[in-house]
């Protein structure tokens, strides 16, 4: 009896292993699918990252992540923003539609107001290349912690006619943040 019932156990035993080993599913490689997986930053901490924004196609800007090992102001990330992607970044499909000509001559910040002046005519400046010097300004520390959606910015150029009260417009380009992999 107990040879019997040791004997039932046994082949139910392998049934079931085959059934389970032998249930269809293929093994597959890896599968490269948008942007890598990045974490949410924990409400009311400081980040301690710059943000930049780079062009992205499909005509957009993505925020970037760069490691900064402080708090960044928005004079800062600006700065950073002109210098363009670094490798990495590149590699990623990111680029400035900034033109190399374009420097920074004066940026000041105020309570939600950050004021960049650059060289040239700033309203020559493409849509996207407008929205990434916005972008990184108000995504960075500004005077009064206000949100970067109540934060403007005044754009002037050398020449040309100022373009007052700039905003980031982020519903219209947002996706996932990238970071950038330290070395």
Same mark, same amino acid.
Not at 19 to 38: S, W, Y
């Given at each position: 009896?107990?040879?019997?019932?040791?004997?039932?156990?046994?082949?139910?035993?392998?049934?079931?292993?085959?059934?389970?080993?032998?249930?269809?599913?293929? =093994?597959? *490689? %890896?599968?490269? /699918?948008?942007?890598?997986?990045?974490?949410? #930053?924990?409400?009311?901490?400081?980040?301690? $990252? @710059?943000?930049?924004?780079?062009?992205?196609?499909?005509?957009?800007?993505?925020?970037?992540?760069?490691?900064?090992?402080?708090?960044?102001?928005?004079?800062?990330?600006?700065?950073?923003?002109?210098?363009?992607?670094?490798?990495?970044?590149?590699?990623?499909?990111?680029?400035?539609?900034? =033109?190399? *000509? %374009?420097?920074? /001559?004066?940026?000041?910040?105020?309570?939600? #107001?950050?004021?960049?002046?650059?060289?040239? $005519? @700033?309203?020559?400046?493409?849509?996207?290349?407008?929205?990434?010097?916005?972008?990184?300004?108000?995504?960075?520390?500004?005077?009064?912690?206000?949100?970067?959606?109540?934060?403007?910015?005044?754009?002037?150029?050398?020449?040309?006619?100022?373009?007052?009260?700039?905003?980031?417009?982020?519903?219209?380009?947002?996706?996932?943040?990238?970071?950038?992999?330290?070395?």
């Amino acid at each position: 009896m107990r040879a019997r019932r040791a004997m039932t156990v046994s082949a139910g035993s392998a049934a079931l292993l085959g059934v389970l080993a032998g249930c269809g599913i293929e =093994p597959t *490689d %890896v599968v490269e /699918v948008g942007l890598p997986a990045t974490g949410v #930053k924990r409400p009311g901490t400081r980040v301690e $990252d @710059a943000i930049l924004y780079f062009a992205s196609q499909p005509g957009g800007v993505l925020p970037l992540h760069r490691p900064a090992g402080g708090e960044v102001t928005a004079e800062e990330a600006v700065q950073l923003l002109m210098k363009g992607p670094n490798d990495a970044e590149r590699m990623r499909g990111l680029y400035s539609e900034l =033109p190399r *000509d %374009v420097r920074v /001559v004066a940026i000041a910040t105020e309570q939600g #107001k950050v004021r960049i002046r650059l060289s040239g $005519d @700033a309203g020559r400046l493409s849509p996207v290349a407008r929205q990434q010097v916005v972008c990184t300004a108000v995504h960075n520390a500004v005077p009064g912690d206000l949100p970067p959606e109540e934060v403007t910015v005044d754009l002037s150029g050398t020449s040309g006619k100022p373009m007052p009260d700039q905003t980031c417009r982020v519903k219209d380009i947002f996706t996932p943040p990238v970071s950038t992999p330290t070395p």
